[in-house]
């Protein structure tokens, strides 16, 4: 098994790892952005959602089916 | 330990981070954007409802329209209201409704999760944990009081009438007698898309008020008894703009308007003719008017309301 370096490169295995570091990072990052999106979608979903729910209950419509909105 | 070994344990580390992360974002994200859709959808539904309704309503308006109550009008000879003996008469009948607000807790309270489609899970649970945090709920939570909310009328043994929006959110119910006296109260029922609800009080029973058999007419004088901000007894008189359906704030149904001085906190008030007779209850007011619930139809739903409770 060859132990000398013979293109001059000291460690030939660190770049895959450098490039496996960037990219999993970058991953991990566009999570954290996707959960910050995800947490202001929900703030929103408490505010709006409790008046609109409100609403739904008030005008007596909450016993119908479904969420879909169906055109008329 | 060389360079590549540190690369190589970074790597796999952050690797793993990543595909947990973005399992954890993905499922969020999943959830929230699903609520948000249903969230849309029930806002354009109750959009198209109110324009639905709102298109019949107008339809069906006229002067012959404006003029018709839910009971026949009242023909009788009209009397000259004596509004400080009318009030003085009434008031031993009429409540003020004071409440503490229900906490903000983890949002267990918040209506969103009544909207067909809305989803809750661990994501969503984990989201209103950091919100919670993030705005410190339990502070405000802390902070909360009792205080007059809204207003109510005896009108049968230990039972009040008051309008539904007044009980809803409402963790603890007091009310305080025309004589000063606090009552401990419980909620028998509210039946929301009516605005109407029934509440039993503890101790004596109230003498009930008068209820009107007919509706008075089109201009003809009434007087309203409520809390308006929180300020119980208060009375404001004014006269019966029109009748009418409305769908903006609930089920379509049939309403009295009336344009005597009313601000928050008078919901749920009595409102009487120039007899002293309980006509309707303060409901929602739209501008210098005040929708009110007719008391034939608040008496229909109450009676429902008890007998929902019973079985």
Not at chain 1, 20 to 37: D, M, W, Y
Not at chain 1, 39 to 64: C, K, M, P
Not at chain 2, 54 to 63: D, K, L, P, V, Y
């Amino acid at each position: 098994m060859a132990t000398a370096n013979l293109n001059g490169r000291a460690e030939p295995g660190i770049s895959k790892y450098c490039i496996t570091f960037g990219v999993s990072l970058a991953a991990l990052i566009l999570a954290g952005g996707v959960l910050v999106f995800s947490y202001w979608q929900h703030v929103e979903l408490l505010h709006e959602g409790d008046r609109v729910g409100i609403r739904l209950e008030r005008l007596g419509l909450t016993d119908q089916e479904g969420a879909q909105h169906e055109p008329r | 330990m060389s360079r590549v070994k540190a690369w190589r344990r970074a790597a796999l580390a952050t690797y793993i981070a990543a595909g947990a992360a973005l399992t954890l974002a993905g499922y969020a994200v999943a959830t929230t954007a699903a609520n948000a859709n249903a969230l849309r959808d029930t806002r354009e539904r109750i959009e198209d409802f109110q324009r639905e309704q709102t298109a019949i309503a107008e339809n069906a308006i006229s002067a012959a329209s404006v003029r018709r109550g839910t009971l026949p009008p009242d023909t009788r000879p009209p009397v000259a209201p004596d509004w400080p003996a009318l009030a003085e008469r009434a008031m031993p009948s009429v409540v003020a409704l004071a409440g503490i607000n229900k906490p903000y807790g983890l949002a267990e309270s918040n209506h969103a999760w009544r909207i067909p489609g809305v989803q809750q899970n661990a994501a969503t649970a984990a989201l209103t944990r950091v919100r919670a945090w993030h705005r410190d709920w339990p502070k405000e939570d802390a902070k909360r009081r009792q205080r007059i909310i809204c207003g109510g009328v005896a009108v049968a043994g230990n039972q009040v009438l008051t309008v539904a929006h007044c009980v809803e959110g409402q963790e603890a119910l007091r009310v305080r007698t025309a004589a000063g006296e606090w009552r401990d109260a419980r909620v028998i029922g509210a039946d929301v898309s009516r605005d109407v609800a029934l509440i039993e009080i503890e101790g004596d029973p109230l003498p009930p008020i008068p209820v009107a058999e007919v509706m008075p007419r089109q201009g003809q004088d009434v007087m309203a008894i409520g809390s308006p901000g929180g300020y119980g007894f208060a009375v404001g008189v004014g006269i019966v703009a029109w009748y009418g359906r409305d769908a903006a704030m609930l089920s379509p149904d049939d309403f009295m308007l009336v344009t005597a001085s009313i601000i928050g906190g008078n919901s749920g008030g009595v409102v009487v003719n120039t007899r002293g007779e309980a006509v309707s209850l303060v409901s929602y007011g739209y501008g210098i008017y005040t929708q009110t619930v007719p008391i034939d139809r608040a008496q229909a739903v109450a009676a429902e309301i008890e007998r929902r409770a019973v079985r």
